[in-house]
């Protein structure tokens, strides 16, 4: 029977054509991407970009064959330029024989920018026909010079539906139903986490655990498997997509999609005060003085993780999160920085007005420093309306408030003002 082969259940698994590889109809269906190329006979060097196991390996051996070309395969990761010479050399020789060479180039990204430039000539004049995998997105991590050569084809994590029918094409090879409930299997499909190689290694562990007539559940194949780690890396698309989901939920005042973000990224390993620096962030950008408690309540999560640590800290986190969901939202206080920050650096050196300006000495005494200001807390309503601003920015206003939260009521404070201001000037030119 085919489970004492030797290779990995996934390698004896390989479609044998394009239409058999399943959760890519987008790029291998009958109207897929490379159906169309294959059927025009128009085939051009390609990136594969997507998450692991999701067939880009598998793809590009199919695409060799497919088109009548030579498969020759390495690793970004264990190779450098002198294989890429001895490749190309190889490659020109065959080609002068009439048979072409696709170059699949698993991990891509891993080679830095002057080894990408080594394939620009081969890939201009046919030698070769270069397929690059990578992970992580091609726009940052790829030249510009590849990329204008290639076209980017984007392979999608597999949903459920694929990660099923590759279990049920496992089982019809190994001629025995994997030994899970309903329950269990549908436990292990989400284990693979959009991987299809990983869900036939785990359905490989599950065939050696299980005893004769044994039969799994859910808390019994967590415990025989331990758990698959989420495809997460802290450092690339991984991380900054789930910061961006976080932030964008925590803004769109959802908090069920913010807790759930937070907790993938807890799960995955993300540095718990990365994220309580980027909920203060969130506290200022998106609420700002709508809720000025929700700054606060940040640091104060923040203090409460350095205080408790993992895991009893993270509840911190977490209530800090749905706080800020349900706050208030406001961007005015982050505009009205911005605002203020671009006409200090675009004005100049501008003199404030010399009657709010300290007078040490005579002669600042002499040049009007000091003179006719009003001390705020000895004028009716401890309000004296007189100018702050540079007398070249007139009366600029950054700070708009909004109709939500304390702002409300900062607004009414604003407007009071003003017409206190008003009023005094209206005084003031009755006196004149």
């Known amino acids: 029977m085919g489970a004492d082969a030797p290779r990995p259940l996934a390698d004896r698994l390989r479609p044998a ?8 109809d987008h790029i291998v269906g009958a109207e897929g991407t490379l159906t169309r190329m294959l059927r025009s006979g128009r085939v051009g060097s390609l990136v594969f970009w997507g998450p692991p196991g999701t067939g880009k390996t598998t793809v590009a051996r199919l695409l060799a064959n497919e088109t009548d070309l030579h498969f020759e395969q390495l690793s970004a990761i264990f190779s450098g330029v002198a294989d890429l010479k001895k490749i190309f050399e190889t490659a020109r020789h065959r080609r002068s024989t009439g048979q072409g060479t696709l170059l699949f180039v698993d991990e891509i990204h891993r080679f830095n920018r002057a080894q990408q430039d080594a394939f620009l000539p081969v890939m201009e004049d046919g030698t070769v026909t270069l397929v690059g995998a990578t ?18 084809l984007v392979f999608k994590a597999l949903d459920d539906t694929a990660i099923g029918a590759m279990l049920t094409r496992a089982e019809t090879f190994m001629e025995h139903k994997l030994p899970l409930d309903s329950e269990a299997r549908s436990s292990l499909i989400r ?34 498997l331990q758990r698959r780690a989420p495809i997460y890396d802290k450092s690339e698309d991984g991380h900054y997509n789930l910061i961006s989901a976080l932030h964008k939920s925590v803004r769109g005042s959802d908090p069920q999609a913010s807790l759930y973000y937070l907790c993938r990224m807890l799960d995955a390993g993300e540095d718990p ?12 950008e998106d609420i700002g003085l709508a809720d000025p408690q929700a700054l606060a309540q940040c640091i104060a999560a923040r203090d409460s993780f350095e205080f408790l640590g993992s895991p009893e800290g993270e509840l911190a986190l ?4 749905v706080y800020l969901a349900t706050a208030p939202k406001s961007n005015a206080l982050y505009t009205a920085y911005k605002q203020a920050m671009n ?21 600042m005494k002499q040049e009007g420093y000091g003179g006719g200001y009003l ?8 309000f004296s309306g007189q100018r702050y601003l540079p007398d070249e ?20 404070r604003l407007d009071y003002w003003d017409k206190l201001r008003q009023d005094r000037t209206r005084h003031l030119k009755n006196e004149d």
């Not at 977490?318 to 999160?321: K, T």
């Open 191 to 224: 284990m693979a986490d959009g991987d299809g190689r990983a869900a036939l290694s785990l359905a490989e562990e599950v065939w050696r655990a299980a005893g004769k007539d044994e039969l799994f559940d859910a808390a019994m194949l967590q415990t025989v």
């Open 343 to 363: 006409a200090a650096r675009s004005n100049g050196s501008l003199m404030p007005p010399k009657q709010i300006l300290n007078a040490p000495t005579k002669l």
């Open 318 to 321: 977490a209530q800090a999160v």
């Open 375 to 382: 001390y705020d807390h000895d004028q009716p309503e401890a």
């Open 273 to 284: 005060l990365y994220l309580a620096r980027r909920l203060v962030r969130m506290a200022s």
């Open 135 to 152: 992970t992580e997105n091609p726009s940052f991590e790829l030249n510009s010079a590849v990329l204008s050569r290639a076209q980017v």
């Open 17 to 24: 054509a394009l239409a058999d590889v399943v959760g890519q």
């Open 393 to 412: 920015l007139g009366d600029a206003q950054f700070y708009y408030p909004v109709p939500r939260g304390f702002e409300r009521d900062l607004q009414k």
